[in-house]
């Protein structure tokens, strides 16, 4: 979106996780449409395994939709808030603090086995039902957040934030799941590049 000028993302859903092979390599297809009448674009993310070559027995059905969404031009900001930290304190006054301790080892037991390199979650707090935590790249991740608008690890571990809000004794059974991943989002926009660190404020809409 940022190379034609549309830096803010309406709207993103996330259909079919990339699984990547033990050995080999996945094929990568990003699609973007033209403009519509108000001026948005489509954009699609598909994937295939490389051995699903081109030639006998091949077939657009061997594209996997990942994702797709919708770009807005610069400055259509939707749905957005203003950039910057929030006011006030850090973390907010009264805000408890919230145990991250042993927060991976739970998460694998439900089925979600984070490796070295994505475990971004440093500290969490709560306050009534806004989530507060930082996240911060392990060691020597930060050679490689200049490569990236946001960096995935980052991004990720701020999601985590919702997990470890959870209670540490709910059940992946039961019906409070310890675990909860988001896999749409609406009214994107990046307000700064490189981080290494990123404060995380989440509120239930």
Request: aromatic share 6%; glycine share 12%; no cysteine.
């Amino acid at each position: 979106g940022g190379h034609l000028g549309y830096e803010s993302v309406d709207e993103i859903t996330l259909h079919t996780p990339l699984v990547l092979p033990e050995h080999g390599a996945v094929h990568l297809q990003l699609t973007v449409g033209a403009p519509d009448a108000s001026g948005a674009r489509s954009v699609h993310v598909h994937s295939r395994d490389e051995d699903a070559a081109e030639g006998e027995g091949w077939s657009d059905a061997a594209w996997v939709r990942n994702a797709s969404g919708v770009l807005r031009p610069s400055g259509e900001h939707v749905g957005t808030t203003e950039g910057g930290e929030p006011a006030g304190s850090w973390p907010p006054a009264n805000a408890v603090p919230v145990r991250v301790e042993g927060l991976y080892e739970r998460m694998a037991e439900a089925g979600v086995d984070y490796g070295p390199a994505f475990q971004a979650l440093h500290t969490v707090w709560r306050l009534g039902d806004e989530i507060y935590a930082e996240v911060r790249l392990p060691a020597g991740g930060d050679a490689d957040a200049a490569r990236f608008g946001l960096h995935p690890v980052l991004l990720d571990g701020a999601l985590q934030a919702l997990s470890a809000a959870q209670s540490p004794e709910a059940a992946p059974d039961s019906g409070d799941p310890a675990i909860r991943m988001p896999f749409a989002w609406a009214g994107m926009h990046l307000w700064a590049t490189g981080a290494t660190t990123l404060r995380v404020r989440i509120s239930p809409a």
